[in-house]
């Protein structure tokens, strides 16, 4: 791929080890890469990158760098423009069906 800006051209080059995701498997299965070896490797990926976090983290002696932080708390307040709130929620209504001709 080519990308010219005015006079200058910059080639660009995409990564041969990071296949497409509608490119064929590099394993030669002949399967898109997306049904074939992506799930594994994202894993590796993800397995690489928590050793990287843990070995961080271990060398810098900080043991709350494992932790996640809590999620935060759910909105208790209800948005004024939708009203209140039924604690039953919907209910049957006692109407009765109309049923004859016209």
């Known amino acids: 791929m080519t990308v010219e ?3 200058e ?3 660009i080059v995409p ?6 995701r509608n490119n064929p498997c590099h394993c030669g299965s ?3 890469y997306k049904n074939c070896c992506l799930d594994k490797d994202d894993a ?3 397995k690489a990158r928590a050793q990287a ?3 961080a983290a271990k060398e810098a002696g900080s043991a709350e760098a494992l932790k996640t932080p809590p999620p935060a708390p759910k909105q208790s307040t209800r948005p004024p423009w939708k009203g209140p ?3 039953r929620g919907f209910q049957r209504l006692n109407i009765p069906r109309r049923s004859g001709g016209s």
């Not at 990564?15 to 497409?20: K, T, V």
Request: net charge positive; glycine share 12%.
């Open 5 to 7: 800006y005015g006079w």
């Open 15 to 20: 990564d041969p080890a990071a296949p497409g």
């Open 44 to 46: 590796k990926a993800r």
């Open 53 to 55: 976090e843990a070995a």
């Open 85 to 87: 709130q039924n604690p």
């Open 9 to 11: 051209q910059e080639v």
């Open 30 to 32: 002949g399967k898109k």
